[in-house]
């Protein structure tokens, strides 16, 4: 996927403006609040339906305009071009894509796929395991369609579940009929995601070889969220019920899945440094965008906001030289000061933010 076209307008502080990207290395500049991460934000929502920095309705349109509306043009590997149009005034949305209005938000997100680096994104490594488990449902909801209608059915039979454990005089015909499809629907993810990690931790290990070598090998491990290996999750949710009768809530299952990247020079427990947990993401990231590549036959967007803080020149230009092999378009954002050297013959195009106004240079 190539983006050939971007227009905002009404973005936090950017008014408008508009950008005809480069097919591989994009580097937006700009000194701290210039709108540099608003454009990159921009292109987020256009496939996730929302900001890596929260909801449109929690400030990403701009103060007194009544919406925020971003237009996107882009190339498909089989030769197709692609657009999407989206206003969104942070409760009310209405979209466009190729032309056709679009009546749910998921729909018009699928159409354009982007892996993002942002600052929080150290919480892959480091944070609770719901940012994990969305990244690792990311890669499914996007290669294997047969993710989706398990993965629904398990979401509500969660819910139903833990509906029932928190009501006085429960049904237990019911309690055992949600357990029945919770378990059935839950298998069924549990052993997508599974393969899921295994056809990654390849992939990872190969990133985290390009970009922290020093750390030795890099093992990806799927954790499903029960017992697995002792136990089948109908009989895990029997065997808990007593407990989960208590607690009003589903204690163990495939909602608490998640997985765990250890590195073969690391002791388990000896937490990585700052810089080497984003670089530890981002191998988790790029791996995930090559994935899709392998899968799909072409790249997502790869977004990298604020790519050059905390890495020293060396880490820098490793990321930018392992970046160089990928064939995806790429956007980076980072402050003036944060020079970037990208290995000769790239295509690098560049664009400086003021003020929320984009020029290219
Ligand atoms: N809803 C809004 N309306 C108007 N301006 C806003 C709004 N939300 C944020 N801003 C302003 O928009 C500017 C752009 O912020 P942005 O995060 O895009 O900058 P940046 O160039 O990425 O900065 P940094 O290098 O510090 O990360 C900031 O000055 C911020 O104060």
């Given at each position: 996927m190539r983006l050939t076209h971007l227009t905002l307008s009404n973005v936090r502080s950017v008014v408008q403006a508009t950008l005809t990207p480069g097919p591989r290395f994009n580097v937006i500049s700009g000194d701290n609040g210039a709108g540099k991460t608003s454009i990159l934000e921009s292109l987020y929502l256009l496939s996730n339906g929302k900001s890596f920095r929260g909801r449109?309705?929690?400030?990403?349109?701009?103060?007194?305009?009544p919406a925020l509306e971003i237009f996107a043009r882009w190339d498909t590997a089989s030769g197709a071009q692609r657009q999407l149009g989206l206003r969104h005034s942070g409760s009310d949305w209405e979209g466009r894509l190729d032309g056709q209005n679009c009546q749910l938000l998921s729909d018009l997100c699928t159409a354009l796929a982007s892996v993002t680096y942002e600052p929080g994104s150290h919480a892959l490594i480091d944070g609770r395991s719901d940012q994990r488990r969305r990244m690792m449902d990311w890669g499914l909801f996007h290669v294997e369609p047969a993710f989706i209608s398990p993965w629904r059915r398990l979401a509500r039979a969660h819910k139903q579940r833990n509906a029932l454990l928190k009501q006085?005089?429960?049904?237990m015909a019911q309690l055992e009929a949600w357990e029945a499809e919770l378990a059935q629907s839950g298998e069924v993810v549990t052993r997508l995601r599974a393969d899921h990690i295994d056809a990654l931790a390849p992939l990872v290990a190969l990133w985290g070889q390009r970009l922290?070598?020093?750390?030795?090998e890099a093992i990806l491990r799927f954790l499903p969220g029960w017992k697995r290996q002792e136990l089948s999750l109908a009989d895990a949710l029997l065997v808990n019920r007593p407990r989960d009768l208590a607690t009003?809530?589903?204690?163990?299952?495939?909602?608490r899945a998640d997985w765990e990247l250890a590195f073969a020079h690391r002791a388990q427990g000896e937490r990585l440094s700052r810089g080497q947990t984003k670089l530890a993401a981002l191998a988790v990231i790029l791996a995930q965008a090559e994935h899709y590549a392998i899968q799909r036959g072409e790249w997502p967007v790869v977004l990298l906001d604020d790519?050059?803080?905390?890495?020293d020149p060396q880490h820098r230009e490793s990321v930018l030289r392992a970046l160089a092999t990928a064939e995806a378009q790429v956007f980076i954002s980072g402050t003036v000061a944060q020079d970037l050297s990208f290995p000769d013959g790239l295509d690098v195009k560049k664009f400086h933010v003021e003020n929320g106004a984009v020029r290219e240079i």
């Open positions: 449109v309705g929690d400030g990403l349109v701009r103060v007194n305009a006085r005089g429960l049904s922290l070598p020093e750390l030795g009003g809530f589903t204690t163990a299952g495939p909602h790519l050059a803080s905390e890495l």
